[in-house]
């Protein structure tokens, strides 16, 4: 059975009528003299009364010319015959950022609608559905939409502003040159990539909702500062309250933001809660609406001192946050001083100073040079002072991380792991601290601050962390068989779900706000609070719908069928009844004459 891929071509039907109208029409008859009767049988009846209705006359131009108005009628309905056994393949790739939750039920109604009609004359469709980040697994795969949209239902988009490049290639190549790639999103975007089709179905929104959280330390007690973000174009009134992890909820409290602006929130951290829930009213993006938190407790180091560094020792305390002084035995992270003179080998982590008993030589000339390294990228060291002094033992594998002309000031020494001895790092100070300015350089803080956070990366200890959605995360493990697992917790710190963690993979936080656990077995390694801060995500400003799909069914059509393989003989023989029209018209109206 036939389809037609211009269904407009129907209206030449309108030519039937048009020629039975003209038929309808005759010439008045004329009188003519004659001597004898047998030319009657060569003239046609005409009307008596001239170009009016009169009766329809049986002729052969009458047949030729409603015959050649259906040839006409069928070339211009262009008719195409479906393959047998074809399959139409679509390929459809979502948008997977946070943002696609609000749109998430028009979007589905939007394909339930549009993706039926993609089927065209195929006998078969198979559909595959994807996520716009590379390597997540398929949401479905199969020939049934309805199937494929109850999947859709139980996606969730929370991912960060991604670039779809990879995943519509892949697409492409799944549905070969014939297929259909779909990218669903809620924002239109320009030149889409290896012929894909764009199904934008967004809508702008006046969101208002929570970007970040920072901690202080006031008078002995914790203080949280929360900040809020209006990104609609007026001014929103909404409310917050704080639920204490004890079911109980702080009475709510009205706030107001102007258009574009920023508000900052701040209280005490309740002293008898762990795990607390800043709530602002709800609106139609809900993942910033609620601030997830715990209360910050890095993992503790400690800190042994030599006795000629006790002054810098009292500084490190001060500057970096839950470090305690402790002996040398169960230390974290020791201040050595040095003697070159008489080299003892220290171990561990340290930090190390070379001791100079003499009071040193001239002050040393040339530029301070610092090496492109996470310890000292953006510090200051060229207001540093240092005289000549004896040199600490450099090792072949040390990395010279600052230097001034060809002495090296500042190393970096990785110890690696022994049979009695584990891996250690030490940060190697090749100068006496008392021979220098060093005492008063911002610098050094900032230097020994970023090295004791190294070293409290790698120890293994519980703490308790308030995480970005998403944001890579570094978590200190033992080297045994134990699997790590990763809860969600409840305000009470219950838990509600657990799922394994791959194990020598990169680590990020949920993509989902909440409380959460990691532990290692049974030895829980962290406890945590992830939020949503993504900025991008929670603006909808230029969210809009798009539908690229309108020419895509056409496409289809001629891609699973074939057009009328006697296309041509049709025109020949609609050109012959045209002149076997004219040739009959003409001989009549000779006749006539």
């Given at each position: 059975m036939p389809s037609f891929v211009n269904p407009a071509g129907l209206w030449a039907l309108l030519g039937i009528p048009a020629v039975l109208l003209i038929h309808f029409l005759q010439r008045k008859a004329q009188s003519f003299p004659v001597s004898t009767l047998f030319l009657?049988?060569?003239?046609?009846?005409?009307?008596?009364?001239g170009r009016k209705f009169d009766r329809l006359t049986n002729s052969i131009p009458l047949w030729m010319q409603l015959l050649a108005v259906l040839l006409i009628t069928w070339l211009m309905t262009e008719p195409r015959f479906p393959m047998e056994r074809s399959t139409q393949r679509i390929a459809i790739v979502l948008d997977s950022s946070a943002s696609m939750s609000v749109s998430k039920e028009f979007i589905i109604t939007s394909l339930a609608e549009q993706l039926p009609p993609l089927k065209g004359f195929?006998?078969?469709?198979?559909?595959?559905v994807l996520e716009s980040i590379p390597g997540k697994p398929r949401i479905y795969a199969g020939k049934s939409t309805e199937d494929l949209l109850a999947a859709l239902k139980a996606w969730q988009p929370l991912a960060p502003l991604t670039d779809p490049t990879l995943a519509l290639r892949l697409a492409r190549s799944l549905v070969s040159r014939d297929g259909i790639v779909l990218f669903v999103t809620d924002t239109p975007v320009e030149g889409m990539p290896f012929d894909a089709r764009l199904l934008a179905a967004g809508k702008k929104i006046g969101n208002c909702g929570f970007t970040g959280v920072a901690f202080d330390e006031k008078d002995g007690t914790l203080v949280w500062r929360a900040t809020l973000q209006n990104y609609a174009d007026e001014e929103i009134t909404r409310t917050w309250q704080i639920d204490s992890g004890n079911g109980q909820l702080s009475p709510p409290r009205s706030i107001t933001l102007e258009p574009r602006s920023l508000l900052t929130l701040q209280a005490n951290f309740p002293s008898k809660s762990e795990r607390i829930k800043l709530i602002l009213s709800a609106d139609d993006f809900p993942l910033d609406d609620t601030l997830?938190?715990?209360?910050?407790?890095?993992?503790?180091?400690?800190?042994?001192?030599?006795a000629p560094l006790e002054a810098l020792s009292k500084k490190i305390l001060r500057s970096i946050e839950n470090m305690q002084p402790v002996g040398t035995q169960a230390a974290d992270l020791s201040l050595i001083s040095y003697d070159p003179l008489d080299p003892v080998l220290a171990e561990g982590n340290a930090v190390i100073f070379s001791n100079d008993a003499t009071q040193g030589g001239q002050y040393l000339a040339g530029g301070l040079i610092a090496t492109q390294h996470p310890l000292m990228n953006g510090i200051n060291w060229q207001s540093l002072l240092i005289r000549e002094t004896i040199s600490l033992e450099i090792r072949a594998n040390d990395e010279v991380l600052l230097r001034q002309a060809e002495r090296p000031l500042i190393l970096l020494r990785n110890a690696p792991a022994t049979a009695i001895q584990a891996a250690s790092q030490q940060l190697l100070f090749n100068f006496d601290p008392r021979l220098s300015n060093i005492d008063t350089q911002p610098a050094l803080i900032v230097c020994l601050l970023r090295f004791a956070e190294q070293i409290r990366s790698k120890k293994i200890a519980k703490s308790q962390e308030n995480w970005e959605c998403g944001q890579p995360i570094n978590i200190a493990i033992k080297p045994s068989t134990a699997a790590l697992f990763l809860d969600r917790l409840d305000a009470q710190g219950k838990t509600l779900a657990s799922q394994s963690i791959a194990p020598n993979q990169p680590l990020f936080a949920p993509a989902e706000p909440g409380f959460y656990q990691v532990r290692q077995g049974e030895e829980i390694l962290v406890t945590s609070a992830a939020y949503f801060a993504d900025t991008r995500e929670a603006d909808f400003s230029l969210c809009a719908s798009e539908n690229q799909l309108t020419d895509a069914q056409?496409?289809?059509?001629?891609?699973?069928s074939s057009g009328d393989p006697f296309y041509h003989y049709w025109i020949i023989l609609l050109l012959l009844l045209l002149i076997a029209s004219w040739i009959f018209i003409k001989e009549r109206k000779a006749v006539v004459a």
């Amino acid at each position: 059975m036939p389809s037609f891929v211009n269904p407009a071509g129907l209206w030449a039907l309108l030519g039937i009528p048009a020629v039975l109208l003209i038929h309808f029409l005759q010439r008045k008859a004329q009188s003519f003299p004659v001597s004898t009767l047998f030319l009657l049988e060569k003239t046609h009846r005409e009307a008596n009364i001239g170009r009016k209705f009169d009766r329809l006359t049986n002729s052969i131009p009458l047949w030729m010319q409603l015959l050649a108005v259906l040839l006409i009628t069928w070339l211009m309905t262009e008719p195409r015959f479906p393959m047998e056994r074809s399959t139409q393949r679509i390929a459809i790739v979502l948008d997977s950022s946070a943002s696609m939750s609000v749109s998430k039920e028009f979007i589905i109604t939007s394909l339930a609608e549009q993706l039926p009609p993609l089927k065209g004359f195929a006998s078969d469709v198979e559909y595959t559905v994807l996520e716009s980040i590379p390597g997540k697994p398929r949401i479905y795969a199969g020939k049934s939409t309805e199937d494929l949209l109850a999947a859709l239902k139980a996606w969730q988009p929370l991912a960060p502003l991604t670039d779809p490049t990879l995943a519509l290639r892949l697409a492409r190549s799944l549905v070969s040159r014939d297929g259909i790639v779909l990218f669903v999103t809620d924002t239109p975007v320009e030149g889409m990539p290896f012929d894909a089709r764009l199904l934008a179905a967004g809508k702008k929104i006046g969101n208002c909702g929570f970007t970040g959280v920072a901690f202080d330390e006031k008078d002995g007690t914790l203080v949280w500062r929360a900040t809020l973000q209006n990104y609609a174009d007026e001014e929103i009134t909404r409310t917050w309250q704080i639920d204490s992890g004890n079911g109980q909820l702080s009475p709510p409290r009205s706030i107001t933001l102007e258009p574009r602006s920023l508000l900052t929130l701040q209280a005490n951290f309740p002293s008898k809660s762990e795990r607390i829930k800043l709530i602002l009213s709800a609106d139609d993006f809900p993942l910033d609406d609620t601030l997830h938190l715990v209360r910050p407790n890095p993992k503790q180091l400690f800190l042994s001192t030599a006795a000629p560094l006790e002054a810098l020792s009292k500084k490190i305390l001060r500057s970096i946050e839950n470090m305690q002084p402790v002996g040398t035995q169960a230390a974290d992270l020791s201040l050595i001083s040095y003697d070159p003179l008489d080299p003892v080998l220290a171990e561990g982590n340290a930090v190390i100073f070379s001791n100079d008993a003499t009071q040193g030589g001239q002050y040393l000339a040339g530029g301070l040079i610092a090496t492109q390294h996470p310890l000292m990228n953006g510090i200051n060291w060229q207001s540093l002072l240092i005289r000549e002094t004896i040199s600490l033992e450099i090792r072949a594998n040390d990395e010279v991380l600052l230097r001034q002309a060809e002495r090296p000031l500042i190393l970096l020494r990785n110890a690696p792991a022994t049979a009695i001895q584990a891996a250690s790092q030490q940060l190697l100070f090749n100068f006496d601290p008392r021979l220098s300015n060093i005492d008063t350089q911002p610098a050094l803080i900032v230097c020994l601050l970023r090295f004791a956070e190294q070293i409290r990366s790698k120890k293994i200890a519980k703490s308790q962390e308030n995480w970005e959605c998403g944001q890579p995360i570094n978590i200190a493990i033992k080297p045994s068989t134990a699997a790590l697992f990763l809860d969600r917790l409840d305000a009470q710190g219950k838990t509600l779900a657990s799922q394994s963690i791959a194990p020598n993979q990169p680590l990020f936080a949920p993509a989902e706000p909440g409380f959460y656990q990691v532990r290692q077995g049974e030895e829980i390694l962290v406890t945590s609070a992830a939020y949503f801060a993504d900025t991008r995500e929670a603006d909808f400003s230029l969210c809009a719908s798009e539908n690229q799909l309108t020419d895509a069914q056409t496409n289809t059509v001629q891609a699973h069928s074939s057009g009328d393989p006697f296309y041509h003989y049709w025109i020949i023989l609609l050109l012959l009844l045209l002149i076997a029209s004219w040739i009959f018209i003409k001989e009549r109206k000779a006749v006539v004459a």
